[in-house]
């Protein structure tokens, strides 16, 4: 005989580890946006943005297309800091064709952190410490060639 499934307990659970997450998520974000728009406003690194893994593949909802579906990208950029790209499906597939599309496309569709719902900030979490990295060494290597 199968066994029931507490469903209430499950989705219980589920709604916990998010909280935790976005709450973990927020926590490592804390002033780094900050920051990250300072030296924006300073021009040094003018429009770089930085591509993270894909965090979420999802249908539209109620009223959207129903032969495309959204991406959502996690990403960093000096104007908007830590954040994440929502593509469509459908655009996503024809950029790719482009081995520049998605960076040329991205530098104005980062949708920063602190504006994203909160599933994604959670999902955001464990593509912080990278991209963050990532910016630091691009810093790095910028700064080295302008002394």
């Given at each position: 005989?199968?066994?029931?499934?507490?469903?209430r307990?499950?989705?219980?659970?589920?709604?916990?580890?998010l909280?935790h997450?976005?709450?973990?998520?927020e926590?490592?974000?804390?002033?780094?946006?900050?920051?990250f728009?300072?030296?924006?406003a300073?021009?040094?690194?003018h429009?770089?943005?930085?591509?993270?893994?894909?965090i979420?593949s999802?249908?539209?909802?109620?009223?959207?297309p129903?032969?495309?579906g959204?991406?959502?990208q996690a990403?960093?950029?000096?104007?908007?800091?830590?954040?994440?790209?929502?593509?469509d499906?459908?655009?996503?597939?024809?950029?790719?064709?482009?081995?520049d599309?998605y960076?040329?496309?991205?530098s104005?569709?980062v949708v920063?952190?602190?504006?994203?719902?909160?599933?994604?900030?959670?999902l955001?979490?464990?593509?912080?410490?990278d991209?963050?990295?990532?910016?630091?060494?691009?810093?790095?290597?910028?700064?080295?060639?302008?002394?």
């Amino acid at each position: 005989m199968a066994k029931k499934r507490n469903y209430r307990a499950t989705l219980k659970q589920l709604n916990l580890r998010l909280r935790h997450l976005n709450e973990q998520a927020e926590a490592r974000v804390e002033g780094l946006n900050e920051q990250f728009r300072a030296l924006h406003a300073t021009g040094m690194l003018h429009n770089l943005v930085l591509l993270g893994s894909v965090i979420l593949s999802r249908p539209y909802g109620v009223g959207g297309p129903f032969d495309s579906g959204q991406s959502i990208q996690a990403a960093l950029s000096l104007r908007a800091g830590v954040g994440a790209i929502y593509w469509d499906t459908e655009d996503a597939a024809t950029l790719a064709d482009d081995p520049d599309g998605y960076e040329r496309e991205a530098s104005g569709r980062v949708v920063p952190f602190e504006e994203c719902e909160p599933a994604v900030r959670a999902l955001l979490y464990s593509c912080i410490p990278d991209l963050v990295e990532r910016m630091i060494k691009e810093i790095d290597r910028a700064e080295g060639k302008h002394e």
